[in-house]
């Protein structure tokens, strides 16, 4: 089956801490991006990668950073620096056209709480 | 600049009754519309998406929703609800690059048996 996953479901850790959240897709799709959930909110832009070992800051990319080594694989780490880290997090991909009809398809999330 | 508005936050329909998500946008030249639906805990779903082909645009699941320029609307319905649509429901406008994407606020649809 063709998809994105995102691993783990749930993550915890302390305050602090630098984590990981990993993004994986079989979709051969060339954009990847990041979006952060919080309640009763819209998704807001983390990062976007167009093409491998490429990628751009989206409206909030403070406290986050992000690599894109392999065209598969786009890992999400939230450093300390981020203030508010207890979030949702959405991965998604699309294929990268530069259009503005290119569609978006989303894995099914990570939980982040920091305790 | 692109900007999207949801309406209403939350909407509580009886099953079997039509459902109306409002959504209305704003934009600098003819752009792409999207709702997406997200259930408890889970990714967003394309429901359908509107790229100037035809105004009214069908979806997945019996959703459909009317791209309506002189209203800059783009309003997704149903005409019977069902249990299952309780969900939570996006609507969003693509930039002209197609990268950055601005998503609503979202409306929680209910669903009362």
């Known amino acids: 089956d063709g998809g994105i996953t995102q691993s783990p479901k749930y993550l915890f850790r302390k305050e602090g801490q630098n984590v990981t959240l990993s993004c994986e897709q079989n979709?051969?799709?060339?954009?990847m991006y990041w979006y952060r959930q919080d309640p009763g909110q819209g998704l807001r832009l983390i990062y976007y990668?167009?093409?491998?070992?490429?990628?751009q800051k989206g409206d909030i990319a403070e406290g986050y950073s992000v690599s894109r080594e392999k065209k598969e694989s786009f890992p999400l780490t939230v450093t300390s620096a981020q203030k508010n880290p207890t979030a949702f997090y959405l991965c998604?991909?699309?294929?990268?056209?530069?259009?503005?009809?290119?569609?978006?398809?989303f894995g099914p999330g990570t939980r982040l709480t920091v305790l | 600049a692109q900007s999207v508005t949801q309406l209403d936050s939350h909407v509580s329909v009886s099953e079997g009754t039509p459902v109306l998500l409002r959504c209305n946008y704003s934009?600098?030249?003819?752009?792409?519309l999207f709702w997406y639906v997200q259930h408890p805990n889970k990714g967003l779903q394309l429901l359908l998406k509107?790229?100037?082909?035809?105004?009214l645009v069908k979806g997945i699941n019996g959703f459909e929703a009317e791209f309506k320029k002189s209203e800059t609307s783009f309003h997704l319905t149903k005409p019977s609800a069902h249990m299952s649509d309780a969900a939570e429901y996006f609507c969003?406008?693509?930039?002209?690059?197609?990268?950055?994407?601005?998503f609503g606020a979202g409306t929680r649809l209910f669903v009362k048996a």
């Open positions: 998604a991909s699309s294929k990268g056209t530069a259009s503005r009809t290119d569609t978006q398809y």
């Open positions: 979709l051969n799709h060339d954009a």
């Open positions: 990668s167009q093409i491998v070992n490429d990628f």
């Open positions: 934009s600098s030249y003819s752009p792409s």
């Open positions: 509107y790229t100037s082909a035809a105004t």
């Open positions: 969003v406008v693509s930039d002209a690059g197609g990268f950055k994407t601005i």
